[in-house]
């Protein structure tokens, strides 16, 4: 828990279909019941995405449990989400999704100085010989570390 960060969710799934090209910390614009149930680590990430929107960027698709001891007030479960980011930014991105066709997908979402925070990464979409070629390398490496593991400890 370096620098006060405590990491509610991780995006698994997204580096292995996407190769991230760069990352983005943003705010996150939540409800009370929302944020109570971050607490509680009631969230998942898989399939979400971000969209710019008329000048703002929005968090699609984003699961936060509804909060248990909510009542008829409680959220909406997959709403869409409202991310803080400076217009700078937001206009930087666009620029890279327009015109290199890049997607905005949310790596992990957690807690800095008690605010929510939201790992964006600027990324493009694996092909499937992309991911097979990644899998067949972190499988080559295990072996090799493997082979030498047993080497050292069969020679102490």
């Known amino acids: 828990m370096a620098d006060g960060i405590k990491i509610i969710v991780q995006n698994r799934k997204a580096r292995h279909n996407f190769e991230t090209l760069d990352t983005f910390e943003a705010g ?5 019941t929302e944020v109570k149930s971050l ?3 009631k969230a998942n990430l898989v399939d979400s995405y971000a969209r710019i929107d008329k000048g703002e960027i929005f968090l699609h698709k984003a699961h936060i449990s509804e909060y248990t001891e909510g009542n008829r007030f409680n959220h909406d479960p997959v709403r869409k989400r409202k991310l803080l980011l400076h217009k700078s930014e937001i206009h930087r991105l666009r620029g890279q999704v327009e015109e290199k066709g890049l997607t905005l997908i949310p790596l992990k979402l957690y807690f800095k100085r008690g605010r929510a925070k939201v790992e964006l990464a600027l990324a493009k979409g694996k092909r499937d010989y992309d991911r097979r070629r990644d899998l067949a390398k972190r499988d080559a490496k295990r072996q090799v570390e493997q082979a030498l593991k047993e080497r050292t400890m069969g020679g102490a």
């Not at 996150?28 to 009370?32: D, F, S, V």
């Open 28 to 32: 996150i614009e939540l409800q009370g």
């Open 39 to 41: 607490r509680l680590g």
